[in-house]
């Protein structure tokens, strides 16, 4: 079947404006993930959901970062008045069921630059 | 805080010869440690756990509480081989999935 999917897969925005980049899990997948990555760095936990419940959202750097899943499915990653130090991969992943150790399914990431 | 350090952020090797790539971690709980790696323009993907006690691709990783290792090896390195890998733990002591990653060590391996 269908892979995680993210769009876009590219984002170039000017500083202060707004993004959303959106995430589409596997289907039936209960818990959802968003990570960031800076260059030459892992990737860095920002939040996660089990259905539409956001179960920790201790990562999301600041005010400005935002997350929902409404419907437990597709999750919307919202970045307002972005600046240069938001520039990244983002990427997103989903797993089968609430627990630990559970695969996480990757998707191929929202490279966004910020100029 | 948990921690999971990778010393090496670039690991070249000659095709056959052997490999480690060395992977510490810190915690606060009983960890589970994972592999994933990420090929030339794939997503990322989980490669192996250590609970599985498995060997994929010819690969080999052994949890060592002692000295807090989790070390990636194989006898013989393959072309195919290269790519990014990140070491990453699971608390699970904690609700959820969430990973922590190194910093990732890039294999790249020569004919």
């Known amino acids: 079947g269908a892979g995680v999917s993210q769009s876009p897969r590219y984002k170039v925005t000017k500083r202060g404006q707004d993004v959303a980049l959106r995430c589409d899990p596997i289907?039936?997948?209960?818990?959802l993930y968003w990570y960031r990555q800076a260059l030459g760095q892992g990737p860095e936990f920002l939040t996660y959901?089990?259905?539409?419940?956001?179960?920790?959202k201790s990562g999301l750097p600041n005010d400005r970062f935002s997350a929902e899943r409404p419907e437990g499915s597709i999750s919307t990653l919202t970045i307002q008045r972005t600046e240069q130090r938001d520039s990244a991969m983002y990427r997103c992943?989903?797993?089968?069921?609430?627990?630990?150790?559970?695969?996480?399914?990757f998707g191929p990431g929202t490279r966004l630059t910020v100029t | 805080a948990q921690r999971v350090t990778q010393p090496e952020k670039l690991l070249s090797v000659f095709k056959g010869a052997p490999v480690e790539l060395k992977c510490n971690y810190s915690?606060?709980?009983?960890?589970?440690l994972f592999w994933y790696v990420q090929y030339s323009r794939q997503r990322l993907q989980l490669l192996l756990r250590?609970?599985s006690r498995e060997s994929i691709k010819g690969f080999t990783a052994d949890l060592n509480k002692g000295e807090t290792s989790f070390h990636l090896k194989k006898p013989f390195a393959q072309e195919e081989d290269s790519a990014m890998y990140y070491c990453?733990?699971?608390?699970?002591?904690?609700?959820?999935?969430?990973?922590?990653f190194g910093q990732g060590t890039e294999l790249s391996v020569k004919p």
């Open positions: 915690y606060s709980g009983s960890p589970e």
């Open positions: 959901f089990n259905y539409e419940a956001q179960q920790d």
């Open positions: 289907s039936g997948h209960v818990s």
């Open positions: 250590h609970i």
């Open positions: 990453a733990l699971i608390n699970r002591g904690n609700q959820g999935g969430k990973l922590i």
């Open positions: 992943a989903s797993s089968t069921k609430v627990g630990r150790g559970n695969e996480q399914y």
